[in-house]
């Protein structure tokens, strides 16, 4: 069965430290994988997206992502976090199913972000 | 502006009650999508829609029902069968590429609370 697993519940940095959070998934085929962000009491907000070619893909806010076929991850990463980055990150595997595209969502990692 | 918008921000729904969600998007996208998200368990597929006048039941369609007459028009009824109500509801939508790789773009959210 597909699913979505994002090992950090909660998550804390400093401000402008580095930031790495984790997304494995399970599928036996071709992922396309997702990363989202949602700020407190608001909808999800597309960062990054990975469909095929380059393993690195570059997103919005500054935020960067490596698809690893061996690992069966796509781990989030931004070198240096900014106060505003503090928010929910969902990890998110797109799969086919009688034609439509359905995302398998992950529990989230909740990110702090200390001054 | 193109987007999708949710109505209300907040709805109360009394015992016994069936409540029914608005959403509309304006980015003449075919498939549209309702998921429910609980805390800790990210979000889950309740009804997704591929065009006008078909849907389809996702992964915890028990206690809802939805409708399609109008392409860009995808309303949520919560009903009296739906006994854990309380949650945060997000509308998406999608161009529908016939596979995984369409990105959904999500509302801002309703969240229903129950008197």
């Known amino acids: 069965a597909q699913s979505v697993t994002q090992p950090d519940i909660h998550i804390t940095v400093s401000e402008g430290a580095s930031l790495e959070l984790r997304c494995n998934y399970s599928?036996?085929?071709?992922?396309?994988l997702f990363w989202y962000v949602q700020s407190p009491g608001q909808g999800l907000q597309l960062l990054l997206k990975?469909?095929?070619?380059?393993?690195l893909v570059q997103g919005i806010k500054g935020f960067e992502a490596e698809f690893k076929r061996s690992q069966s991850s796509f781990n989030l990463r931004k070198p240096s976090v900014h106060w505003s980055d503090a928010a929910e990150y969902f990890c998110?595997?797109?799969?086919?199913?009688?034609?439509?595209?359905?995302?398998?969502f992950g529990a989230g990692t909740r990110l702090a972000v200390h001054p | 502006d193109g987007g999708i918008t949710q109505s209300p921000k907040y709805l109360f729904r009394k015992e016994g009650q069936n409540v029914t969600l608005s959403c509309e998007q304006n980015?003449?996208?075919?498939?549209m999508y309702w998921y429910r998200q609980d805390p800790g368990q990210g979000l889950r597929l309740i009804y997704y829609s591929q065009i006008v006048n078909d849907f389809q039941k996702g992964d915890i369609a028990e206690g809802y029902s939805v409708s399609r007459e109008k392409k860009e028009s995808f309303p949520l009824t919560v009903t009296s069968a739906q006994k854990n109500p309380t949650a945060f509801y997000l509308c998406?939508?999608?161009?529908?590429?016939?596979?995984?790789?369409?990105?959904?773009?999500f509302g801002p959210g309703t969240r229903l609370l129950v008197l």
């Open positions: 980015l003449n996208h075919d498939a």
């Open positions: 990975y469909f095929s070619g380059d393993t």
């Open positions: 998110a595997v797109g799969v086919g199913s009688g034609g439509y595209n359905k995302l398998i």
């Open positions: 599928y036996g085929a071709t992922p396309y």
């Open positions: 998406a939508s999608s161009t529908q590429t016939g596979g995984p790789t369409g990105t959904q773009y």
